[in-house]
């Protein structure tokens, strides 16, 4: 069966041939026998890739693609969209995974055959790797409605409504109440009638023997979202599949080669990554501390889990459980899949929105992790007013984040700890002081972690973690931990210093924990009693209440800062260029027979490489923002089997959007960094060219305009058409030299300035609370 289900755009087709976009318009009006479009729109049309191919090997101008760069365009341009491509190709893998030999016998033969035999042999393991939960009565479990009888109504888009009995042997541990199953028979904490169906119910007597109150009926709400959960995995039928065979054989290939948990993890990064602005995803350094924040624990809940990059930080342990739940059903189906090849602990992942439509209302999680929406105004206000989970107060409208705290307590066992990211308002706004007040009087909020600007999306505001314990049936604690790390930001892309960071918060929080005080720590963390926090504000803001660093500490942190300043202004000034040399009569601008970049690759004299996607290690990155500020490598990218371009000394490095004019010369601090994206590398040979004398003229103003081409509200730089000019290497070692030095005087203008704001900030700070004198 061909592939002309998969369509590529015009960039793609670059990507394939290893030229620019330019060189694809140019062979679409010079061929008449070029591919025609079969989608897209008139501006940025899409072809079909088995012709795009067969073009390529025709004109000699592709020999073979690249099994990952094919994967990749059949996922990019799958009919069904590329989340749902992932999904089917994450069910594939964990076939490969779990039962390697029964996807041989499914694969073998025509792609008509494998998309009938496939679905069968898929449900072989999802069926058992992520279960279908039952629930007693009547009622929505997991995507399955059990009434009383046992019977289990399935509803399949493609097969129809079936109703089949439940089968009591059916894999299904998180559901079936065992002594330590965490499932427990306690009444459900989160069942609105109203959010499922129409129905009457009685309000339970409050003394035995007393008589039932008087029915009250209940009508049927109609909310904007989903009140159903439904698993995170249905299995694809043929159909589905059939179009997606010719990916899941690249998929398998792939395997072979990285793995199949690596291969997923590839495929789901670059997704991520050239999707940007759709998805909002936890840092992985975040997530780690989030996890051992919550400690060690058999059952793990992550109610809003996103890519699942929570749950994934979770330690293993034996017979441990994961439950995840999102409002987007591709989104919990990557997690699940992801999770699943991660690790053999039982995962169940459910598509629902959490508020509304709870997947577990009978959990009790060991640790519930959680990343809420951050102002969300309609989670559900005016369905859910009388959910018993608000037992700490009904959260406004505009409290939503509220609303997930109580929901994350509602889910624990008793002593169970709960680590949420919170965005700083909730603790301050006005309209959820109640709530925060019920939650330390009764001893649920254990503590308040401040992080620093640049932790998390989005990363101009410090965010708050919030951990809570849910409270046993003893008075509650009487303090509460309060810490601050904004000073581990850092001024690079790279987020903050997540070690020093990590230290501070579970140094302080495992001390709190054992002891229930922690001591004074000036600046950065306290435990403070509850009594002091119950004022009309309830303004948990750590900031807010922590002591500011001692007299000592400050005057001596200003007296380094200032002596720092005054060596770099000392370097500074034997830094200055020296007077310009005046020759008689207008001065006229020197000409040089000019090459350009291209020519001198071309020739050998250099290298050009590009930046990429990934590497086999996840090692500091060079970033475009790093060139241009003149900072240390700050950037990450997705761990892949890419070939990362890694950076050595002599290099240059060039930003090619923007419009400014900056070249970088790698030196032996920077060697080893990977090449970020819009960045490109040239490595000169020095038997033929000096790198700072390459770096200086490319610089050059009238350089960089003459080699721009711009866009409505972009600049770009051709690399290939920057200007040099043809000096013997003597010659141009004496430019390099005066370049260099202009370099240096460069670094120690930024320096001194990033000193002189230090220094003029601690001034203020010292002089505002009283650790700095005026005299």
């Known amino acids: 069966m061909q592939d002309n289900a998969t369509e590529v755009t015009a960039a793609g087709i670059a990507r394939l041939a290893g030229v620019g976009r330019a060189a694809v318009s140019n062979w679409r009006r010079r061929h008449a026998d070029f591919p025609k479009p079969v989608g897209g729109t008139e501006t940025s049309p899409s072809f079909a890739l088995a012709d795009v ?8 101008k592709l020999a073979e693609v690249p099994l990952r760069e094919r994967v990749l365009q059949q996922l990019v341009g799958h009919p069904e969209g590329p989340v749902t491509a992932l999904v089917y190709a994450g069910c594939a893998l964990l076939l490969i995974q779990e039962r390697p030999t029964v996807w041989l016998d499914a694969s073998a033969g025509s792609d008509e055959r494998m998309a009938a035999v496939l679905p069968g042999a898929l449900e072989g393991v999802i069926v058992p790797r992520f279960g279908a939960a039952r629930g007693r009565g009547r009622g929505v479990h997991g995507g399955r409605e059990v009434d009383a009888a046992g019977a289990v109504n399935s509803p399949d888009s493609a097969s129809g409504s079936v109703n089949t009995p439940a089968d009591p042997t059916a894999p299904t541990p998180s559901v079936t109440p065992t002594a330590s199953d965490p499932v427990n028979t306690a009444p459900a904490v989160n069942t609105p009638p109203a959010a499922h169906s129409t129905a009457t119910v009685h309000t339970p007597p ?28 249905p299995t694809p039928t043929g159909p589905q599949l059939l179009p997606t065979v010719p990916l899941l054989r690249g998929v398998a290939g792939l395997a072979a080669e990285l793995g199949a948990r690596e291969t997923f993890e590839f495929l789901l990064g670059r997704h991520l990554d050239a999707n940007p602005r759709q998805y909002t995803l936890t840092p992985p350094e975040l997530a780690g501390l989030m996890a051992e924040l919550g400690g060690p624990a058999r059952t793990v809940l992550d109610p809003a889990c996103g890519t699942g990059t929570l749950l994934g930080a979770v330690a293993p342990g034996p017979d441990q459980q994961l439950y995840a739940q999102d409002s987007a059903p591709d989104l919990a189906a990557l997690t699940a899949l992801r999770l699943a090849l991660h690790a053999q602990a039982a995962v169940r992942g459910t598509a629902g929105d959490t508020l509304r439509a709870d997947a577990y209302p009978e959990l009790r999680a060991d640790v519930v992790l959680c990343h809420p929406p951050f102002n969300e105004r309609n989670w559900g206000h005016d369905e859910l007013a009388y959910d018993p989970r608000w037992e700490y107060g009904f959260p406004a409208r505009n409290e939503s984040e509220l609303a997930w705290v109580q929901h994350a307590l509602a889910r624990l066992a ?38 620093p600007i640049g932790a998390a999306p989005p990363y101009n505001i410090p965010l708050h973690l919030w951990v809570l314990r849910r409270p046993e049936r003893v008075l ?27 230290g501070a918060v579970l140094d302080a929080w495992r001390a709190f924990d054992r002891a229930g005080r922690l001591d004074d720590e000036p600046g950065l963390a306290r435990s403070v009693p509850v009594i002091e926090l119950l004022d009309d504000d309830v303004d948990l803001a750590p900031a807010r209440h922590l002591p500011p660093a001692t007299a000592a500490d400050g005057a001596d942190e200003l007296t380094a800062v200032r002596e720092r300043l005054g060596e770099t202004l000392r370097l500074t000034a034997d830094l200055t260029p020296p007077p310009v040399d005046h020759v008689t009569g207008p001065a006229r601008p020197t000409r040089w027979p000019l090459t350009t970049i291209g020519e001198l690759a071309r020739g050998g004299a250099l290298v050009m490489r590009t930046g990429g996607n990934g590497g086999h290690a996840r090692v500091p990155v060079l970033t475009d923002h790093d060139v241009l500020a003149g900072t240390a490598p700050s950037g990450l990218l997705p761990e892949s089997d890419e070939e990362a371009v890694l950076t050595e000394p002599g290099d240059v490095v060039v930003p090619v959007l923007g419009g400014g004019s900056m070249a970088r010369v790698i030196d032996d601090t920077t060697a080893g960094a990977v090449l970020g994206r819009s960045l490109v590398l040239l490595r000169p040979d020095p038997a033929a060219l000096d790198p700072w004398f390459l770096a200086g003229f490319l610089r050059g103003t009238a350089n960089n305009r003459q080699a721009s ?33 202009l370099e240096d005087f460069e670094r120690a203008l930024r320096q001194t300035g990033r000193l002189g704001e230090q220094l003029v900030r601690g001034m203020f700070d010292g002089l505002t609370d ?4 005026p005299d």
Request: hydrophobic letters at 40%; aromatic letters at 4%.
């Open 53 to 60: 191919e067969s073009w390529l090997r025709e004109q000699g």
């Open 206 to 233: 409050l003394t035995p023997g007393a008589p039932l109150a008087p029915p009250v009926p209940l009508t049927p709400l109609t909310p904007p979202h989903p009140t159903v959960s439904t698993p995170a995995v």
């Open 414 to 451: 008793d002593s169970g700890t709960a680590v949420l990211l919170m965005p700083p308002a909730a603790a301050s706004r006005r309209s959820g002081r109640r709530i925060r007040a019920d939650l330390l009087r009764r001893g649920a909020l254990k503590a308040v972690v401040a992080l």
């Open 476 to 502: 509650g604690q009487p303090e509460v931990l309060l810490v601050d790390t904004g000073r581990f930001a850092t001024e690079g892309r790279g987020g903050p210093d997540w070690q020093a960071v990590r």
């Open 709 to 741: 081409s711009y866009a409505s509200t972009a600049t770009r730089l051709d690399v290939r058409r920057l200007q040099l000019p043809r000096l013997p290497l003597d010659e141009q070692r004496r430019y390099g030299a005066r370049f260099r030095a």
């Open 770 to 773: 009283g650790t700095v004198t």
